[in-house]
């Protein structure tokens, strides 16, 4: 039985924040609840309607071309106006769309057209979820408060994979897509009900932190280069491992046996709760290191991954137990990399620059989405197994290590 103390301990622990802080960490709360199942099953569902690997990665490309559209537009708005309200409706209202399309889909054309709406929702989301971040958090710091969102959003990520894959394999095959569309309608309600009050809060915070968020600052220099392909390299890791990784288990490896999707999902959702665990601690640890420590750490991580992912493919019987480790070991670095790629990519911009940096971060994700995906798709449809992709991520991931620490220890 939990004791009436524990609820009063997480009260008191989550009054530490700031009101504007707690406010954004709602928003990408529901954000990742109705992202989640889309994220990570989006895939599977079409692959069992019957759409080739070739086809889900094709979609998955063409919404990250939409989101580059979107995303610096976003960063140019942010830049301009200062304002997050417009940029996080305007993302929900097109995610709804976007959720209702994929809804009727059943063939690649109509999955295409609601990949596009996603990633355009997408570019318009994030830059707009990081920005109020930093200025919403003083005095709390600001790798701090990144932890604290990242924390909520894997918290909302799990529940939304976890209570998608139930309603998916049990009550309705497209059941991710309407809880997509409930958690857009929240976002659009708080926002609605706190848009004077984020209106003032943003403004006051942004003239309060302006001498605070310039102590430590990083610059611009040849360094920033080699910080921005890491982050682009980590985030296509990333995104192998939520759209590439699943058809993997589901087709087989070199010797592994086919996965079901059953033992798939659960695979999936094991990493999702370690990364549910890992994300406040991991990134209060990384909060007390060097600035770009956890970006190193990350590297590392996906690293060792990766590597045992490619060994799992000529692998029968242990392949469970070396997924599920090289899992643990993305968790971790991705527990290090959130917090962290933010922090450094928000400093490292000039001041009236940062909405453009921001835009600049999540198009690092969206260039994960194109370049990870697609290739593998094509990979899978042509080899059956996705191999020599995960060695390939695992030699890319340690010399990026190698450089960065040589360079920037």
Same mark, same amino acid.
């Given at each position: 039985?939990?004791?009436?103390?524990?609820?009063?301990?997480?009260?008191?622990?989550?009054?530490?924040?700031?009101?504007?802080?707690?406010?954004?960490?709602?928003?990408?709360?529901?954000?990742?609840?109705?992202?989640?199942?889309?994220?990570?099953?989006?895939?599977?569902?079409?692959?069992? @309607?019957?759409?080739?690997?070739?086809?889900?990665?094709?979609?998955?490309?063409?919404?990250?071309?939409?989101?580059?559209?979107?995303?610096?537009?976003?960063?140019? #708005?942010?830049?301009?106006?200062?304002?997050?309200?417009?940029?996080?409706?305007?993302?929900?209202?097109?995610?709804?769309?976007?959720?209702?399309?994929?809804?009727?889909?059943?063939?690649?054309?109509?999955?295409?057209?609601?990949?596009?709406?996603?990633?355009?929702?997408?570019?318009? #989301?994030?830059?707009?979820?990081?920005?109020?971040?930093? #200025?919403?958090?003083?005095?709390?710091?600001?790798?701090?408060?990144?932890?604290?969102?990242?924390?909520?959003?894997?918290?909302?990520?799990?529940?939304?994979?976890?209570?998608?894959?139930?309603?998916?394999?049990?009550?309705?095959?497209? %059941?991710?897509?309407?809880?997509?569309?409930?958690?857009?309608?929240?976002?659009?309600?708080?926002?609605?009900?706190?848009?004077?009050?984020?209106?003032?809060?943003?403004?006051?915070?942004?003239? $309060?932190?302006?001498?605070?968020? $310039?102590?430590?600052?990083?610059?611009?220099?040849?360094?920033?280069? @080699?910080?921005?392909?890491?982050?682009?390299?980590?985030?296509? %890791?990333?995104?192998? *491992?939520?759209?590439?990784?699943?058809?993997?288990?589901?087709?087989?490896?070199?010797?592994?046996?086919?996965?079901?999707?059953?033992?798939?999902?659960?695979?999936? %959702? *094991?990493?999702?709760?370690?990364?549910?665990?890992?994300?406040?601690?991991?990134?209060?640890? @990384?909060?007390?290191?060097?600035?770009?420590?956890?970006?190193?750490?990350?590297?590392?991580?996906? %690293?060792?991954?990766?590597?045992?992912?490619?060994?799992?493919?000529?692998?029968?019987?242990?392949?469970?137990?070396?997924?599920?480790?090289?899992?643990?070991?993305?968790?971790?670095?991705?527990?290090?990399?959130?917090?962290?790629?933010?922090?450094?990519?928000?400093?490292?911009?000039?001041?009236?620059? $940062?909405?453009?940096a921001l835009a600049l971060l999540s198009q690092c994700f969206a260039m994960g989405y194109f370049i990870g995906p697609f290739i593998s798709g094509r990979i899978l449809d042509l080899f059956g197994y996705a191999s020599i992709i995960w060695l390939s991520i695992s030699c890319c991931c340690f010399i990026f290590f190698a450089i960065l620490f040589k360079r920037l220890f």
């Open positions: 039985m939990i004791s009436p103390n524990s609820f009063q301990i997480c009260k008191n622990w989550w009054m530490q924040f700031p009101y504007p802080l707690q406010l954004i960490t709602k928003i990408r709360f529901y954000a990742a609840f109705g992202a989640g199942g889309v994220i990570y099953l989006t895939s599977l569902i079409f692959n069992n @309607i019957g759409l080739s690997a070739t086809d889900i990665g094709l979609g998955f490309a063409i919404s990250a071309i939409m989101g580059t559209l979107t995303r610096f537009f976003t960063g140019n #708005y942010l830049n301009k106006k200062g304002k997050i309200q417009f940029p996080l409706i305007a993302s929900s209202i097109i995610s709804i769309t976007a959720s209702l399309i994929l809804i009727f889909s059943r063939d690649t054309f109509l999955y295409i057209i609601g990949q596009s709406f996603v990633g355009a929702a997408a570019g318009i #989301y994030w830059p707009a979820a990081e920005f109020g971040v930093p #200025y919403f958090c003083y005095p709390i710091d600001t790798r701090k408060a990144f932890a604290l969102v990242r924390s909520s959003e894997a918290l909302g990520i799990f529940l939304g994979v976890f209570l998608g894959g139930f309603m998916t394999n049990f009550l309705y095959p497209k %059941s991710i897509f309407l809880n997509d569309i409930f958690c857009m309608f929240v976002i659009t309600f708080l926002i609605s009900r706190n848009n004077s009050s984020i209106t003032r809060n943003l403004e006051n915070f942004q003239k $309060k932190s302006l001498n605070p968020i $310039k102590n430590g600052i990083l610059k611009w220099n040849k360094n920033s280069a @080699i910080i921005i392909l890491s982050i682009l390299l980590i985030t296509t %890791s990333l995104a192998l *491992i939520q759209v590439t990784l699943p058809l993997d288990l589901v087709k087989g490896g070199v010797y592994r046996n086919a996965l079901s999707n059953e033992i798939t999902s659960f695979i999936i %959702s *094991i990493q999702l709760i370690l990364l549910l665990f890992l994300q406040w601690p991991i990134g209060s640890w @990384i909060s007390n290191k060097g600035r770009l420590f956890g970006l190193k750490f990350s590297l590392i991580n996906f %690293s060792f991954a990766s590597f045992i992912l490619f060994v799992s493919s000529y692998l029968n019987i242990p392949a469970f137990y070396l997924i599920s480790f090289s899992l643990i070991l993305v968790s971790l670095g991705t527990a290090s990399f959130l917090p962290t790629s933010t922090d450094v990519v928000f400093r490292i911009a000039p001041s009236n620059k $940062k909405g453009f």
